[in-house]
């Protein structure tokens, strides 16, 4: 009987050593050839630099023209800058109505509540694919000038549903005695809501944004639809330079991205998980 034991908590973690692996192995070989000094074949290791970060970074290096991918830095820090412009404003917008959603959801009672927090988890669900397609039928239909604002209104159809998630998540953990109190007190509504609920709310909406602004960061397929050819993202940059092949200049890139949505996604979490 202990023999079985000891064979079943070995394979448990033989297990749990392969999940993990498969998982992380891929990204940690990225981060290893990120710093492959052959400019041609990544999978052949020819010694360590980092020269592919210093190049993506705008420094001056010895590697030669020849050798890159990026026709110009400027190009890269444009994607960067219309990235970070839109995932701004697209977190801003989101978790704006994804809380207001989630609140009156979460507070009163009306015809259709269950069917209308239903139609919230609807846009997660759907494929990005179908969710790009038809955002494009719709602007094109429309008249409108493809560009940052339909990426913009296009990522935020989809990034409410995220925060909605979170906050109501939230708020469902959320003692209704203490908004009792409040009321008994003598507060009214807005006192109550600003003393009460908001400092126990604020972690989840905090939480909702992050994630909301990784995401937005991190998409490639919808925005892909909806960019329009006069406006770039970083991913959509990134996924022209893969065209091309993989060099570890690419790596470097996906390298300074990962460690970026981790501290983001990290954040998210604690200000998820925070309890007061």
């Not at 020849?66 to 026709?71: P, R, T, V």
């Not at 069917?115 to 969710?131: C, E, G, K, Q, T």
Request: a neutral charge.
């Amino acid at each position: 009987m202990q023999l079985l034991k000891r064979i079943a908590s070995a394979g448990l973690a033989v297990h749990t050593l392969l999940f993990f692996a498969f998982i992380y192995l891929p990204l940690a070989l990225i981060v290893v050839y990120s710093f492959n000094a052959d400019p041609v074949n990544m999978m052949n290791w020819s010694g360590f630099t980092t020269e592919w970060y210093a190049q993506v970074l705008g420094f001056k290096t010895a590697v030669s023209e020849s050798a890159l991918y990026i026709e110009s830095t400027d190009q890269l820090l444009e994607a960067l800058r219309n990235s970070l412009l839109i995932a701004a404003s697209t977190t801003t917008i989101a978790t704006v109505f994804g809380t207001a959603i989630a609140l009156a959801v979460y507070r009163f009672e009306f015809f259709g509540r269950r069917f209308y927090r239903v139609l919230m988890f609807a846009p997660m669900l759907m494929p990005d694919i179908v969710l790009g397609i038809a955002l494009l039928i719709f602007f094109v239909g429309a008249g409108v000038h493809l560009g940052l604002g339909t990426i913009i209104i296009g990522q935020c159809t989809f990034l409410v549903s995220y925060v909605f998630i979170v906050v109501s998540a939230r708020l469902a953990g959320m003692d209704r005695t203490l908004e009792n109190a409040s009321a008994d007190l003598g507060a009214n509504e807005w006192v109550t809501f600003r003393r009460v609920v908001l400092p126990q709310v604020l972690p989840g909406v905090i939480g909702g944004a992050l994630l909301a602004f990784i995401i937005s960061m991190d998409d490639l397929v919808i925005t892909y639809f909806i960019a329009g050819v006069d406006t770039t993202t970083l991913p959509i940059f990134i996924f022209g330079m893969l065209r091309r092949g993989i060099k570890p200049e690419i790596n470097a890139i996906a390298v300074m991205m990962l460690v970026f949505s981790f501290l983001v996604a990290s954040l998210g979490l604690y200000f998820r998980t925070r309890q007061r």
